[in-house]
């Protein structure tokens, strides 16, 4: 694929991921819900991903956007040695979670 394929296929990821979490245009969409490792079986995400997600999570599950955050929190891990990567939210512990309310 050429250069402008990719950008493309960004692009349409990007305004698919705003239709389906109800973002305006001036919303940032994190790097992490338009692109995807080789596996494609990441059990992280970024905060931000989550954060923007919660709404649609709350709505979908008929649970309070609240407790969808709270419930992101108690799942997300600090970077590793407090330097190193990024703080990430393992996304099958808050399902899991969530699944219990």
């Known amino acids: 694929p050429t250069n402008e394929d990719l950008l493309a ?3 349409g990821r ?3 991921y705003r239709a389906a ?3 305006a245009d001036d919303v940032t969409v994190p790097v992490d819900a338009v692109t995807a490792s080789g596996s494609g079986l ?3 995400i970024s905060v931000a991903n989550d954060r923007l997600q919660a709404p649609r999570v ?3 599950r008929d649970l309070d956007l609240a407790d969808v955050l709270a419930t992101i929190e108690d799942h997300t891990s600090g970077r590793t040695a407090g330097i190193l990567g990024e703080t990430a939210v393992d996304v099958l512990a808050v ?4 699944d219990g309310r």
């Open 9 to 11: 296929t960004i692009a």
């Open 14 to 16: 990007v305004a698919a």
């Open 21 to 23: 979490n109800g973002l």
């Open 42 to 44: 990441d059990p992280d």
């Open 58 to 60: 709350a709505a979908a």
């Open 95 to 98: 399902n899991l979670a969530l």
